[in-house]
């Protein structure tokens, strides 16, 4: 008997697909992990936390989609709707910045993201931050990676009471700080 596959399944699953096809090209800065692992580890994590809204988990596999390739968030919006484009944007750096700015940014306006984007952040900082330890970016410093650490449990301080497990997770990666 034919099963038609939930909406929402629906959802996450194209989101996949766009984030795939959006980053087919691309490797993470270990040089050897194809982009897509990254939005894909997002969306397990969170569900590993028993998250399971499919606008937040859809968000999760688009997150890196406008900060790191060529689409914009008109195109997310046309795609997704306004709520995904809306948390793909809280959590995309503006390009406008420099390095450091950013990283000053994305602690001040950490507290003032929506719940929404800020299941995301988390789960993003927890996946860099373990990446740090098993597929660091090639050529880093310890200081650089015990640096990378220090600003994302900084980032991460400043959402929390977000969600109890995933924090509870990220302060695990963050023992591990090489
Ligand atoms: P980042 O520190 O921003 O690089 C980390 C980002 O790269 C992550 O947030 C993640 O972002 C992405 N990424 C891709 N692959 C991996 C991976 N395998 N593991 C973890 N993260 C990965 O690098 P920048 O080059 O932008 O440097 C910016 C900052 O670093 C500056 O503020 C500068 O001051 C500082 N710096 C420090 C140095 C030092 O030796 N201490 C030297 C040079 C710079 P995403 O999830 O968005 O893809
Ligand atoms: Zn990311």
């Given at each position: 008997m034919y099963v038609p596959m939930p909406t929402h399944m629906e959802l996450v699953l194209q989101a996949a697909a766009f984030a795939a096809e959006k980053h087919r090209t691309q490797r993470r800065k270990d040089v050897?992990?194809?982009?897509i692992n990254h939005p894909i580890q997002l969306a397990y994590i969170l569900v590993q936390a028993n998250i399971e809204d499919s606008v937040v988990l859809a968000a999760a596999l688009l997150h890196d989609t406008v900060e790191d390739t060529s689409t914009t968030l008109d195109e997310i919006e046309i795609v997704f709707g306004y709520e995904i484009a809306r948390i793909v944007a809280e959590c995309?750096?503006?390009?406008?910045?420099?390095k450091l700015e950013r990283k000053q940014a994305q602690i001040d306006r950490a507290a003032r993201l929506s719940r929404e984007a800020r299941l995301v952040k988390i789960a993003d900082k927890i996946a860099n931050v373990s990446d740090i330890e098993g597929a660091p970016p090639a050529g880093w410093s310890l200081e650089r990676k015990r640096e990378y650490f220090d600003w994302s449990k900084a980032v991460v301080d400043r959402m929390r009471g977000t969600n109890a497990s995933l924090e509870k997770r990220f302060d695990a990666e963050y023992l591990k700080r090489p």
């Amino acid at each position: 008997m034919y099963v038609p596959m939930p909406t929402h399944m629906e959802l996450v699953l194209q989101a996949a697909a766009f984030a795939a096809e959006k980053h087919r090209t691309q490797r993470r800065k270990d040089v050897e992990t194809p982009y897509i692992n990254h939005p894909i580890q997002l969306a397990y994590i969170l569900v590993q936390a028993n998250i399971e809204d499919s606008v937040v988990l859809a968000a999760a596999l688009l997150h890196d989609t406008v900060e790191d390739t060529s689409t914009t968030l008109d195109e997310i919006e046309i795609v997704f709707g306004y709520e995904i484009a809306r948390i793909v944007a809280e959590c995309s750096d503006d390009k406008a910045q420099t390095k450091l700015e950013r990283k000053q940014a994305q602690i001040d306006r950490a507290a003032r993201l929506s719940r929404e984007a800020r299941l995301v952040k988390i789960a993003d900082k927890i996946a860099n931050v373990s990446d740090i330890e098993g597929a660091p970016p090639a050529g880093w410093s310890l200081e650089r990676k015990r640096e990378y650490f220090d600003w994302s449990k900084a980032v991460v301080d400043r959402m929390r009471g977000t969600n109890a497990s995933l924090e509870k997770r990220f302060d695990a990666e963050y023992l591990k700080r090489p």
